[in-house]
């Protein structure tokens, strides 16, 4: 099993570029989840999705776009990239709790160190 | 608001020189307190995962605990191996997801 996995590792865009980060996992689970990083703050969430065809917000949404035609990939789409975008992002994925769309602990991916100037 | 404090933010110690973290948490309705430990430039990597009141893990040289209120991630005898963020997480919110602290970085010196 690779896990989860995540491209690129570093990425530079100019303000008003668009990008997407790819994520994808050979578990089965079912929930996966998008966080960001930044220094003296916790990770926060972005997006997240329950299952194929179902995606929901998080925490701190805007600017980011998702989208899960699969089990395996769920990529994030920076629409018009701004330096407050500037962060490590993280995906994540899991079982659910049976009957319930609640994740169990969730699994991590490596990271994608993204910079917008 | 679901919230979860981390504490110290950061944590020297000698070799052999046990110590706790501390995770505090204010949560309607906890449905899990997740540890995880982050190696600089990586992912969170999933240590432990408690439920209820009471309960206790342990791997090694760590041991996590709960309370109502806050868990505590007892380190014995560390290592230098040891050295890590380790950041603690609770599942609230009506979908359950994870809302995390902002960790404590822990050193530890041979």
């Known amino acids: 099993n690779a896990g989860v996995t995540q491209t690129p590792k570093f990425q530079v865009l100019k303000t008003g570029q668009s990008m997407t980060l790819q994520c994808a996992q050979d578990m089965n689970h079912e929930y996966m989840s998008w966080y960001r990083q930044d220094p003296g703050m916790g990770l926060r969430l972005i997006h997240y999705s329950v299952g194929a065809g179902i995606t929901d917000q998080g925490e701190v949404p805007n600017g980011y776009n998702v989208s899960r035609s699969t089990t395996e990939d769920f990529p994030l789409r920076l629409l018009s990239a701004a330096p407050s975008q500037t962060s490590v992002y993280f995906c994540a994925s899991s079982y659910s709790i049976p009957g319930t769309e609640t994740p169990y602990e969730q699994y991590f991916g490596p990271g994608t160190r993204l910079t917008v100037t | 608001e679901d919230q979860v404090t981390q504490s110290p933010e950061a944590l020297r110690l000698q070799e052999g020189e046990s110590s706790s973290l501390n995770c505090s948490y204010t949560?309607?309705?906890?449905?899990?307190l997740f540890w995880y430990r982050q190696d600089p430039g990586k992912g969170p990597e999933f240590l432990f995962t408690?439920?209820?009141a009471g309960e206790e893990k342990e791997k090694e040289r760590l041991k996590a605990t709960l309370t109502k209120k806050e868990s505590f991630l007892h380190i014995t005898a560390p290592k230098p191996e040891d050295s890590a963020t380790y950041l603690c997480?609770?599942?609230?919110?009506?979908?359950?997801?994870?809302?995390f602290g902002k960790g404590t970085k822990l050193s530890v010196k041979p």
């Open positions: 408690l439920y209820s």
């Open positions: 949560v309607s309705g906890l449905r899990g």
């Open positions: 997480a609770v599942r609230g919110g009506s979908q359950g997801n994870l809302i």
